[in-house]
């Protein structure tokens, strides 16, 4: 939700930002902004991308300059809202991720003093409170002004008054700095400085950063000094670029093989699955999730209730908040978080902690907020930039498996024979994914036949049923197209009643999964005109009885099909939405990290 950056140091800021907002699009891209101290500060704004901010930007001089790309929460997507926002004198300038939360009293308080507005947004009041409560240093006005504020920001000011520092703040919305040779970057996440450097430095919660050309300096909102901590990434540049593809979703999808390999190494092995899962004695796992990680959560459900006979919930986040939930320390609550940086996730968390549960994250990004509110396993599975949660996903699956696993040996519910069979089977999934990538074409030809249909079903059984409701979203994030996901057993309860004539039905009957019940499900479709592709095992050969189409996935473990099926249904609303000439790496209305409520 809204990708922040700055620069400061020996070359032009402009190029740099520039670049820099490319590589945070996907958190926002309703409008863009950026700002340089050259003898004033100037700004240029834009509704629409990047890309348009830079044909109306012209060639500036100054080393030192902020940006931002926006995702609208408050005032509609427009010049007037972009970022950055100034004062009235255009001595400060302020991009803002987050929310202000009490910012119609402080603008109220604030046009009492004189101030005049000319945004709908929150933002505008942060340079307002810097000039109104400027006391001769840019660091300790921006301090003043943040004690004033309720809400949750990641800010990058810069100000006339102090012309080569940058001032930065955290409070629950993500910050990274990167440490280059006397030059320093700003970034809502670190996939957007990788290019630039690798040394970065996660702001904490409450902590104001100063920068200059000669270094960094944090400290916490009461001044004290914070040490700073350099992490080094382990993400490569190339891994955060295009190379080649059309597009970032093309790419993730297509490193699957690469990204689980990643997942498992280290964690698999002849000994066993060696991952440090904590509280293998709970009573109870909670799963906690949005969206694609949900989904994931649901399966993991599944997984671990098998493997490991504990009993498991999964919430969606933004529920589980605010049901007062029923906890206690006897629970292990498991937030899964591609980003980390999910506003819900993290409150539902913090909410676990606070009844004293135990706690642990399922994240890709190293440093992220998630990090740390709680222990956390990587998922690993590289930097996602497109929207739709690709190779994440197939990595927060694997996790959850290998979790589910090494939770039974721990609990004696599963042998350790059974163990290495399934770690025998683990191992192809890498090379099982590769062929699923290397049937593509045909996937595309499948998927095209239905481009311009009005609506699919999806539909699975057991642990095919969060992946019949990834596939719906998958397709309806990207092409648009109203696309549902239920449980094939639910259909005489309701769901039967959308199908007619050539209404097409996927159905994930791979085997193991109650497979039989399921081919029952798809008669009951296709009697009332639906028209069925089945995503079946090689060797099924039943399926091609039942089905219009049968799209195939390599014979493995009932546990690991479901992680397969998930890759073809990915290819699947990849090429309709292709097809359809989507945005498919930025869907509309949505961005990469949901950071607001
Ligand atoms: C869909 C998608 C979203 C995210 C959701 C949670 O493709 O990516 O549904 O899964 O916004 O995000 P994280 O996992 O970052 O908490």
Not at 219 to 247: C, F, I, P, Q
Not at 384 to 393: L, M, N, R
């Amino acid at each position: 939700m809204c990708g922040i950056v700055g620069y400061i140091g020996t070359s032009k800021a402009v190029p740099v930002i520039f670049d820099l907002l490319k590589r945070l699009e996907y958190r926002g891209y309703d409008s863009a902004g950026i700002a340089t101290i050259g003898s004033s500060i100037q700004t240029f704004k834009t509704e629409g991308s990047v890309d348009d901010l830079v044909s109306i930007t012209p060639d500036l001089a100054g080393c030192i300059g902020i940006g931002h790309t926006r995702w609208a929460t408050h005032g509609v997507p427009s010049s007037e809202n972009a970022h950055p926002h100034c004062d009235n004198a255009g001595n400060v300038a302020v991009v803002h991720n987050g929310i202000i939360e009490n910012y119609i009293e402080l603008k109220d308080e604030l046009i009492g003093s004189g101030h005049e507005f000319v945004s709908e947004t929150d933002t505008e009041v942060l340079p307002h409170l810097i000039s109104e409560y400027y006391n001769g240093g840019l660091e300790s006005s921006v301090r003043n002004a943040l004690s004033k504020v309720q809400g949750s920001y990641a800010l990058a000011v810069i100000s006339t008054d102090d012309p080569d520092k940058i001032v930065v703040a955290r409070k629950d919305s993500p910050l990274v700095l990167g440490l280059g040779d006397s030059e320093f970057f700003v970034a809502s996440d670190a996939s957007g400085i990788l290019k630039y450097t690798k040394n970065v430095i996660f702001m904490n919660n409450g902590e104001i950063g100063v920068i200059s050309r000669e270094g960094v300096e944090i400290t916490t909102m009461d001044g004290a000094r914070v040490e700073n901590k350099v992490e080094t990434l382990e993400w490569t540049a190339e891994a955060a670029e295009k190379s080649g593809y059309d597009h970032f979703m093309q790419k993730e999808i297509f490193e699957q093989p690469i990204s689980i390999r990643e997942t498992f190494s280290g964690r698999i092995s002849s000994e066993g699955v060696n991952l440090e899962v904590p509280v293998p004695n709970a009573r109870r796992i909670v799963i906690i999730a949005c969206g694609t990680s949900y989904h994931a959560g649901l399966f993991g459900r599944y997984a671990i209730e098998h493997f490991a006979r504990i009993p498991v919930e999964v919430e969606i986040a933004s529920e589980f908040r605010y049901t007062d939930p029923i906890l206690d320390c006897g629970d292990l609550v498991i937030a899964i978080t591609q980003s980390g940086e999910t506003a819900d996730t993290l409150a539902a968390i913090r909410e676990a902690g606070s009844k004293d549960s135990h706690k642990l994250g399922i994240t890709n990004v190293l440093g992220s907020s998630i990090t740390r509110e709680c222990q956390c396993i990587l998922t690993r599975a590289g930097p996602e930039i497109g929207v739709a949660a690709t190779k994440s996903f197939t990595s927060q699956l694997a996790v959850l498996l290998l979790s589910a696993v090494r939770l039974g040996r721990l609990r004696g519910a599963l042998s350790a024979a059974d163990e290495n069979d399934f770690i025998y089977e683990l191992k192809q999934m890498s090379a099982n994914i590769r062929r699923v990538l290397n049937c593509a074409p045909s996937i595309r030809e499948c998927a095209l036949l239905f481009a311009d249909a009005e609506q699919f079903l999806f539909m699975g059984r057991g642990a095919n049923y969060p992946i019949a409701l990834e596939g719906a979203l998958k397709l309806k994030e990207i092409s648009y197209i109203p696309a549902e996901g239920f449980p094939a057993g639910e259909l005489k309860h309701g769901p039967l009643a959308l199908i007619y004539d050539g209404v097409p039905v996927i159905a994930i009957a791979t085997e193991g999964m109650v497979y039989d019940k399921m081919l029952g499900n798809i008669k009951e479709v296709k009697a009332r005109g639906a028209i069925v592709i089945g995503i079946a095992s090689e060797s099924d050969t039943r399926i091609a009885k039942y089905v219009d189409y049968v799209l195939r996935i390599p014979d493995t473990d009932p546990w690991i099909a479901p992680v397969l099926a998930s890759v073809v249904l990915q290819l699947f609303a990849y090429y309709i939405a292709y097809h359809k000439r989507c945005e498919i790496d930025k869907p509309r209305n949505l961005a990469k990290s949901v950071t607001v409520e």
